[in-house]
């Protein structure tokens, strides 16, 4: 992890570089569906947390990652679902977008506390 970077964005980092593979080999019918809404989403993610870090406004940041959170996990779910990861692979991803969700529940709350 860079000096000085935020587990949040290294998690979500490390989560995109671990998913991006797995679904560039989904098949065809998912892979420019479901796979690149995946995608897209943890993207979006990564950077809302990046411009959340900096911001002098950051709860509405926050709860847009939140959003997109949620997203994925459903999203994560529907490969699942549709076989198109094993129960090893959905486990690793639920348990990274959990801690990823439990870190941004603490960031959340520290805004709330510092108002």
Request: charged share 25%; hydrophobic share 35%; aromatic share 10%.
């Amino acid at each position: 992890m860079p000096d000085g970077e935020l587990p949040i964005i290294q998690a979500t980092y490390d989560l995109i570089k671990w998913y991006v593979p797995i679904l560039n080999r989904l098949p065809r019918d998912h892979k420019y569906g479901l796979g690149d809404r995946i995608v897209t989403t943890l993207y979006e993610l990564l950077e809302t947390l990046i411009t959340a870090r900096s911001a002098r406004e950051k709860r509405e940041l926050l709860r847009a990652c939140t959003s997109k959170l949620d997203i994925l996990r459903y999203q994560t779910r529907l490969l699942f679902d549709f076989q198109l990861i094993d129960t090893r692979r959905y486990e690793y991803a639920s348990q990274q977008l959990d801690n990823i969700g439990q870190q941004l529940g603490g960031w959340q709350a520290s805004k709330q506390a510092g108002k």
